[in-house]
């Protein structure tokens, strides 16, 4: 059976084509597109993506908005059945907004717009977006936010920590995110949200204005390791 995946696009979303050409890239196949204010999602999806950019353009608080869309609805559903749901850069806020993990992204230390290459150790390596790498592996992914400083309380960080939900974890001081956690896990490891944007590190120096590659081992992870009856 074919994979099959869907990417979100909100108003203000600029990386759905990102990531859509991202998971074509790796699996072969188109991803479908869906509009937030669609009320259901396609049928038998291995993966829903939510993208980076500035949803609804960050008023209130960044991704508040976009988790009241009514596509969100059908998102929250599918996750509490299991499928797959990754966020990334504002698609991590918005999935913290809708409470499918834990936490919140405040605005950066310093107050200043980052975009640049990170260097990242990944901390868990037995959920379906990080199995193709190996515990301690230190990958350099681009990040580009406002508001990514990850903030959780003592209580929650240290859940988290003992349940090995931290995927991700900055080698050096970013943005202020509490422990430097760069990515979380929900508690089935089925719902993963990051700062950093892998779908902008698929392929080697040589044939991208970005460089890198080790993005690219997320989504092959994601293919080898998800499928849907």
């Known amino acids: 059976m074919s994979f099959r995946a869907a990417v979100v696009t909100f108003p203000g979303s600029n990386c759905d084509r ?6 074509e890239a790796v699996s072969g196949r188109p991803a479908l597109r869906v509009w937030h204010g669609d009320a259901d999602l396609p049928e038998r999806l291995d993966l829903i993506a939510l993208p980076g950019g500035f949803s609804y353009g960050d008023y209130l608080r960044s991704g508040a908005m976009a988790a009241t869309s009514p596509i969100m609805r059908a998102v929250v559903a599918a996750a509490e059945r299991g499928v797959p749901v990754l966020g990334v850069c504002n698609g991590f806020q918005v999935l913290t907004e809708a409470r499918l993990l834990p936490g919140a992204l405040l605005r950066n230390a310093g107050q200043r717009f980052i975009c640049r290459t990170v260097a ?9 977006f990080t199995a193709g790498y190996a515990d301690g592996d230190t990958i350099r992914i681009p990040v580009a936010h406002h508001d990514g400083n990850y903030y959780a309380d003592a209580e929650t960080l240290d859940r ?3 349940e090995g939900r931290v995927a991700f974890r900055y080698t050096e001081a970013v943005n202020g995110s509490a422990r430097d956690i760069a990515g979380v896990l929900s508690a089935n ?12 590190a698929i392929e080697p120096a040589a044939f ?4 890198g590659a080790d ?3 997320l ?3 994601i293919l080898a390791n998800v499928a849907v009856a």
């Open 120 to 128: 990242l150790r990944v901390e868990n390596t037995l959920s379906p």
């Open 215 to 217: 993005g690219r081992k």
């Open 160 to 162: 988290l920590e003992g």
């Open 219 to 221: 989504f092959e992870s």
């Open 189 to 200: 490891g089925r719902v993963l949200g990051m700062m950093p944007h892998p779908e902008r």
């Open 18 to 23: 990102d990531m859509a050409v991202a998971l």
């Open 208 to 211: 991208s204005s970005l460089g």
